[in-house]
């Protein structure tokens, strides 16, 4: 995911089946939990939430720009498809504001 960090929690178990929320996704941890996912991939957990998990799950927060940087790829697939007369072209800005030491 060419992250430079990841916050997580301990890993509970074996890595069977992975959730993922591109973007500030903690509002669904327990959703992730109620589907069985071992791994909830995601950004923007706070601190106290990193407790949510509770045991029952590994949150890995790879930071919100980072987990929706292939957003656009996924997009360009679909738009591809549907509409072959579109021109698809990539922005090279990176918006990402944060930096990391």
Do not use: W
Not at 19 to 25: D, Q
Not at 46 to 72: L, N, P, R, V
């Amino acid at each position: 995911m060419n992250v430079k960090i990841i916050r997580h929690t301990q890993p509970t178990k074996e890595v069977k089946k992975v959730a993922v929320c591109g973007g500030a996704g903690s509002f669904l941890l327990p959703s992730a939990v109620a589907q069985g996912a071992d791994v909830f991939v995601s950004a923007d957990f706070k601190y106290h939430e990193f407790f949510d998990a509770d045991g029952k799950i590994m949150i890995a927060d790879i930071g919100h720009y980072e987990s929706e940087q292939f957003t656009k790829d996924l997009l360009a697939e679909v738009l591809r498809e549907k509409f072959t007369t579109f021109a698809i072209i990539f922005s090279k800005s990176v918006t990402n504001p944060i930096s990391y030491l």
